[in-house]
């Protein structure tokens, strides 16, 4: 299993990004998937999710407007769209995915990728 996550980067407060996710491994369609980030000090936190029935979305407070999540399920892909960016939005951002079965839920992470917003 893995999930790959690539388009991080530095920014201006007011600034735009996308980091995006590839997943391998795993049945892409059937998970949750979900972004969350951790700043330096603070605990890790969910950002945003697309559940696997319906396509639902769920946002943090502090990011509602300004971000969106999209995923492919034929590419096994999900996106993290950053608007509006500001210097608390800096962290490590995760990819998650989560599935809950019969004998058990499965969890995988990605590595993480920096995203540093400056004023």
Known sequence: VQLVESGGGSVQSGGS???SCAASGFTFIIYDMSWYRQA???ERE???SSTSVG???IYA???KGRFTISRDNAKDTVTLHMNDLQ???TAVYYCHAQREFV???RTYW???TQVTVSS
Request: glycine content about 20%; overall charge negative.
């Open 61 to 63: 407070d502090s990011v």
């Open 40 to 42: 330096p000090g603070k």
């Open 46 to 48: 969910l950002v945003a």
């Open 110 to 112: 990605g590595e993480g």
């Open 55 to 57: 396509g639902r979305t």
């Open 17 to 19: 990004l996308r980091v």
């Open 103 to 105: 004998d058990g839920t």
């Open 87 to 89: 210097p608390e939005d």
